[in-house]
């Protein structure tokens, strides 16, 4: 059984339905232009620019099991005591376990510029306590007391409690910026 082919285009019709011609081939699908997306960045930081070389004066160097801690002109000292109490809250954490000195000060930068930049408050900082290093000496604990104590969006810090990691950690206290320190006018 052969269909003539106008049996064929009356089924055809009959299949699809009523059909309107097209009076033009060209459609503007939009008249907005789409968005633009910027391209990714990479992040260079200048570690100068945040770094203050006034508050390195006489350091001493810790050992393992020793706390640290800091706070700047003007802090109440029980700032630290409401760090420790968990107080402020923990909105971020940065683990340096297993990175060079160069590479702890390239994250350590990054992860503070991020943090500043979202509004976060009080961040905890993991470095570890040194026992793989020489002469059993913390270097990235001794490294990160100074380079807090420089940093200029730092308002305190100090050794976590012994369930937050102890002498191998530290809670930051950061500089809020001023698009959100009317959230925290009252705290201090």
């Known amino acids: 059984m052969t269909n003539t082919p106008q049996e064929e285009q009356n089924l055809f019709l009959n299949t699809i339905g009523?059909?309107?011609?097209?009076?033009?081939?060209?459609?503007?699908?939009?008249?907005?232009?789409?968005?633009?997306?910027?391209?990714?960045?990479?992040?260079?930081?200048?570690?100068?620019?945040?770094?203050?070389?006034?508050?390195a004066n006489s350091l001493q160097t810790v050992q393992a099991e020793e706390s640290i801690?800091?706070?700047?002109?003007?802090?109440?000292?029980?700032?630290?005591?409401?760090?420790?109490?968990?107080?402020?809250?923990?909105?971020?954490?940065?683990?340096?376990?297993?990175?060079?000195?160069?590479?702890?000060?390239?994250?350590?930068?990054?992860?503070?510029?991020?943090?500043?930049q979202d509004g976060l408050h009080c961040v905890r900082i993991i470095h570890g306590k040194g026992y793989r290093s020489e002469n059993n000496l913390p270097v990235l604990k001794n490294e990160l007391n100074l380079w807090l104590r420089q940093h200029s969006d730092i308002r305190a810090f100090c050794s976590a409690s012994q369930k937050d990691g102890g002498t191998g950690a530290v809670l930051v206290l950061l500089r809020l910026s001023s698009k959100y320190s009317d959230q925290y006018d009252s705290e201090d």
Do not use: W
């Not at 002109?73 to 029980?78: A, E, H, S, V, Y």
């Open 18 to 55: 009523k059909v309107t011609p097209i009076k033009s081939d060209k459609h503007n699908l939009s008249s907005e232009k789409p968005k633009p997306y910027p391209k990714k960045k990479t992040l260079i930081i200048n570690h100068h620019e945040v770094l203050n070389s006034n508050n």
């Open 69 to 116: 801690q800091y706070t700047i002109d003007g802090l109440q000292n029980k700032v630290l005591k409401k760090m420790r109490k968990g107080y402020y809250g923990l909105d971020a954490e940065l683990d340096l376990h297993g990175l060079t000195i160069q590479q702890a000060k390239q994250e350590l930068f990054k992860f503070l510029h991020f943090c500043l």
